[in-house]
């Protein structure tokens, strides 16, 4: 869902050296054909649509048309950020609805070098979580419950990047589901990094039932299924992936 | 081997992780609505006891939560095996 109006920008870790696009994250680096090279080259907070001039420019029949695809190709690889303006992805998910289609959001790909950086990318996650299940859990009698889902979401994420100490990393943002990008590791350091964003919110669980005796245990709690294989991060944790 | 070992590990941790969690939440409901006495048990299996005596009440887990960690971690590694198995490795 990327229109003629939002801004392009390189994703963090995201380099171009002579005709090479790096991924500092993930290790790969891919030499990139003259269009791509020349998106990724003005890629630096332009809108789609003079992007598309510029392939028009370079001799592209629709250029418009390729921008928006290429754009979007680029998001989906996790290689450029695309910013909406405030309010419209609203606009476009409400239009979009009218046809029975749900608009997605563009992924966002943000620094996570420090925890303080993925503190900072998680939050609006974590408090979009509380505000929507605030309702449900003033409904039930427990508010905690809100808190306790919101938290657990940000707690599972910083403890799959504090087990990443040392290797690069980058926080993914897909509409309200979190993940954290990095190198391909080991098989131990793949299994102690999968299995702990899981596990630090099931031992808050613990705590929280044991000293707490509230039932926003339960939520937390609820991590501990993504350490089976029902879920990406215990098939990560089992070399399954 | 090792993705069958980690599997069963992890599956009995998350299964002891849960139920352990939903006993506790069970206890808290139990305490605050004043239910009487139960026990949650399969034969001579007691998962769960909660017992309400004139002067206090008491949550206790019994001998079928570790046995329900350990089938959940053979479930998990049963399914490692089938995902590998689907996928080639």
Same mark, same amino acid.
């Given at each position: 869902?990327?229109?003629?109006?939002?801004?392009?920008?390189?994703?963090?870790? =995201?380099?171009?050296?002579?005709?090479?696009?790096?991924?500092?994250?993930?290790?790969?680096? =891919?030499?990139?054909?003259?269009?791509?090279?020349?998106?990724?080259?003005?890629?630096?907070?332009?809108? =789609?649509?003079?992007?598309?001039?510029?392939?028009?420019?370079?001799?592209?029949?629709?250029?418009?048309?390729?921008?928006?695809?290429?754009?979007?190709?680029?998001?989906?690889?996790?290689?450029?950020?695309?910013?909406?303006?405030?309010?419209? @992805?609203?606009?476009?998910?409400?239009?979009?609805?009218?046809?029975?289609?749900?608009?997605?959001?563009?992924?966002?790909?943000?620094?996570?070098?420090?925890?303080?950086?993925?503190?900072?990318?998680?939050?609006?996650?974590?408090?979009?979580?509380?505000?929507?299940?605030?309702?449900?859990?003033?409904?039930?009698?427990?508010?905690? %419950?809100?808190?306790?889902?919101?938290?657990? %979401?940000?707690?599972?994420?910083?403890?799959?990047?504090?087990?990443?100490?040392?290797?690069?990393?980058?926080?993914?943002?897909?509409? @309200?589901?979190?993940?954290?990008?990095?190198?391909?590791?080991?098989?131990?350091?793949?299994?102690?990094?999968?299995?702990?964003?899981?596990?630090?919110?099931?031992?808050?669980? @613990?705590?929280?039932?044991?000293?707490?005796?509230?039932?926003?245990?339960?939520?937390?709690?609820?991590?501990?299924?993504?350490?089976?294989?029902?879920?990406?991060?215990?098939?990560?944790?089992?070399? @399954?992936? | 081997?090792?993705? $069958?070992?980690?599997?069963?590990?992890?599956? *009995?941790?998350?299964?002891?992780?849960?139920?352990?969690?939903?006993? $506790?939440?069970?206890?808290?409901?139990?305490?605050?609505?004043?239910?009487?006495? $139960?026990?949650?048990?399969?034969?001579? !299996?007691? $998962?769960?006891?909660?017992?309400?005596?004139?002067? !206090?009440? *008491?949550?206790?887990?019994? *001998?079928? !939560?570790?046995?329900?960690?350990?089938?959940?971690?053979? !479930?998990?590694?049963?399914?490692?095996?089938?995902?590998?198995?689907?996928?080639?490795?």
């Amino acid at each position: 869902m990327i229109e003629p109006s939002d801004r392009v920008e390189l994703a963090p870790g =995201v380099v171009l050296d002579d005709g090479t696009v790096i991924d500092v994250v993930r290790g790969t680096s =891919v030499r990139a054909n003259e269009s791509a090279l020349l998106m990724l080259e003005h890629a630096n907070g332009v809108t =789609v649509a003079e992007l598309g001039h510029l392939l028009a420019r370079a001799g592209a029949s629709d250029g418009a048309g390729d921008a928006r695809a290429f754009c979007a190709q680029l998001n989906r690889a996790l290689l450029v950020n695309v910013r909406v303006r405030r309010g419209a @992805l609203l606009r476009r998910r409400l239009a979009a609805a009218r046809f029975g289609v749900f608009a997605r959001a563009p992924f966002r790909r943000l620094d996570g070098r420090s925890l303080a950086c993925v503190l900072r990318g998680l939050a609006p996650t974590g408090i979009a979580l509380v505000l929507l299940t605030l309702p449900l859990a003033i409904l039930v009698g427990a508010w905690s %419950v809100a808190l306790a889902v919101g938290g657990g %979401v940000v707690v599972h994420e910083l403890a799959h990047t504090v087990a990443l100490h040392g290797v690069p990393r980058a926080l993914v943002l897909d509409g @309200l589901r979190p993940s954290v990008l990095h190198p391909p590791l080991g098989a131990v350091r793949t299994t102690v990094v999968a299995a702990a964003g899981p596990l630090a919110p099931s031992l808050a669980a @613990l705590c929280v039932a044991a000293f707490g005796r509230s039932p926003a245990c339960a939520p937390l709690a609820a991590h501990a299924l993504g350490l089976t294989v029902l879920a990406p991060d215990g098939r990560n944790a089992c070399g @399954l992936s | 081997m090792r993705p $069958f070992v980690i599997a069963f590990l992890l599956g *009995s941790l998350a299964v002891a992780i849960t139920l352990f969690s939903a006993g $506790f939440v069970l206890g808290i409901v139990a305490q605050n609505d004043g239910w009487s006495s $139960f026990r949650i048990a399969a034969g001579p !299996l007691v $998962f769960f006891t909660f017992e309400r005596t004139s002067r !206090l009440t *008491s949550t206790a887990f019994g *001998s079928g !939560l570790p046995l329900a960690a350990v089938a959940g971690g053979l !479930l998990n590694a049963l399914g490692a095996g089938f995902l590998r198995g689907r996928r080639g490795y």
